[in-house]
């Protein structure tokens, strides 16, 4: 069984459409996240979803938007899509030991916009 | 604020030979210092982590790693590679005050290895 698993895996689409990436846990982990990955490979955190509530959210356009129904799950919807959109997009969660915070990554999606 | 330097963009080690990989942070407390690997189309998983006690860690895969707080560093190491190893290799530095431990990743290492 896939620990965190999202969907698509792959998303190609043209400039100003709108999409949704997915994102499960079976881990039974409180907290959730969703990173970005660059070109460059320069990979940082976008939100942050604990129990259901946002509690870190980076400088990102509000054209994202996080949606968490439940605390298995963390979707991604972006609206208006542009150029700079493109790059591999994580979710991951975590698991907390004492001062320790493990994360457990997904295998990304990579989107490319058009 | 946190962030993390990996100097070296790109490595290419032989099969066997020793491996360094550099790692340098910027924070200002005790820091929670990780360093995952990410496999051609996979996500990122956990090599090692430091956050306390003793500054060598061990990791899987038979990675370790030597915090050194007076260079603020955190430099993975391997004695010898193996060709499975090729991947790109975080380092990451954890916010310990921020009530989350949100990491900040550095920009990554590629790491190919010849046979």
């Known amino acids: 069984d896939t620990a965190v698993s999202q969907t698509p895996k792959y998303l190609v689409t043209q400039m100003g459409n709108d999409k949704s990436i997915k994102c499960e846990q079976n881990?039974?982990?409180?907290?959730m996240y969703w990173y970005k990955q660059d070109s460059k490979k320069f990979l940082k955190i976008m939100f942050s979803y604990n129990n259901k509530e946002l509690i870190i959210n980076e400088t990102v356009p509000n054209r994202f938007s996080p949606k968490s129904p439940d605390k298995a799950h963390l979707n991604l919807h972006i609206n208006s899509l542009e150029l700079g959109d493109s790059a591999v997009y994580f979710c991951?969660?975590?698991?907390?030991?004492?001062?320790?915070?493990?994360?457990?990554f997904g295998s990304g999606t990579q989107l490319s916009v058009l | 604020a946190q962030s993390v330097t990996q100097p070296d963009i790109h490595i290419t080690v032989s099969e066997g030979a020793s491996l360094e990989l550099r790692c340098n942070y910027s924070y200002g407390a005790t820091p929670y210092l990780f360093w995952y690997v990410q496999s051609p189309g996979q996500g990122l998983q956990l090599l090692l982590k430091?956050?306390?006690?003793?500054?060598l860690v061990q990791g899987i895969k038979g990675f370790e790693a030597e915090f050194k707080r007076s260079q603020s560093s955190f430099n993975l190491r391997k004695p010898s590679v193996h060709w499975s190893d090729a991947a790109e290799y975080f380092c990451a530095v954890g916010a310990g005050n921020t009530g989350r431990r949100a990491l900040t990743f550095g920009s990554g290492t590629r790491l190919q290895v010849q046979p």
């Open positions: 991951a969660s975590s698991q907390v030991t004492g001062l320790y915070e493990k994360l457990f």
């Open positions: 430091y956050f306390s006690g003793d500054t």
């Open positions: 881990l039974g982990h409180d907290t």
